[in-house]
């Protein structure tokens, strides 16, 4: 069964530096997407991406945050300067049509020190 | 905007009981719905949707949830739990004409006694 896949599955970085975390979507899919969980709360939204360009973002996708599609599987979520609070587990998901169910990745556990 | 209340942070059951997790949510537009579980050390896993139609929907592994629009519900039940439904169920909600971020509850951590 297709699925999504994501690398690292765990990322510890200083404080200030980048981090890309990538998603491989499922094949077929057309919607990508980010989550985060910070350790002990719930699930939040970031970012959609369709047709090359973010579609929807959240309040807490301000501009150290960065999406891409640079070729035709991956899908990167770049935090440019990473602060502490950015520790927390990222999950990517994809889905094939808008309003569509979202299939979700294994996550990205972040730690910034 | 959206947002959903999963009550109960914690709900223990014992093997072969009913299994009751709650799920409220506030839409200003017909909603579309969803239940994930996340096992241990794993990505969130679809366990059922509503999106229009039938209100009662069924999943995988033997749950499903009905769709109340007057108490704005959502509950997630399973007849018989087994040992293996031990995980994180999380309740979601999207605008069914609108945005696609999906809104989460907090979780609820199920555990099945022996």
């Known amino acids: 069964e297709p699925e999504v896949t994501q690398t690292p599955s765990h990322q510890v970085t200083q404080m200030g530096q980048e981090v890309i975390l990538r998603c491989v979507p499922i094949?077929?899919?057309?919607?990508f997407y980010w989550y985060r969980q910070i350790l002990g709360q719930k699930v939040e939204f970031l970012v959609s991406?369709?047709?090359?360009?973010?579609?929807?973002k959240s309040e807490i996708f301000d501009d150290q945050f960065s999406v891409e599609r640079p070729d035709g599987s991956n899908f990167t979520l770049k935090i440019r300067s990473t602060k502490l609070e950015d520790s927390a587990m990222y999950f990517c998901?994809?889905?094939?049509?808008?309003?569509?169910?979202?299939?979700f990745g294994p996550g990205t556990r972040l730690l910034v020190l | 905007a959206q947002s959903v209340t999963q009550l109960g942070s914690h709900v223990s059951v014992s093997e072969g009981a009913l299994v009751l997790l709650r799920c409220n949510y506030s839409?200003?537009?017909?909603?579309?719905l969803f239940w994930y579980v996340q096992y241990p050390n794993q990505g969130l896993q679809l366990l059922l949707k509503y999106t229009t139609g039938a209100t009662l929907v069924k999943g995988i592994n033997g749950f499903e949830a009905e769709f109340k629009k007057s108490e704005t519900s959502f509950h997630l039940t399973k007849p018989s739990a087994h040992m293996s439904d031990a995980a994180e169920y999380f309740c979601a909600v999207t605008p069914g004409g609108g945005a696609d971020g999906l809104t989460f509850g907090k979780g609820t951590h199920l555990i099945i006694q022996p």
């Open positions: 991406f369709y047709n090359n360009e973010i579609s929807e």
């Open positions: 094949s077929n899919h057309l919607y």
């Open positions: 839409s200003s537009v017909p909603p579309y």
């Open positions: 998901a994809s889905s094939e049509r808008g309003k569509g169910t979202q299939y």
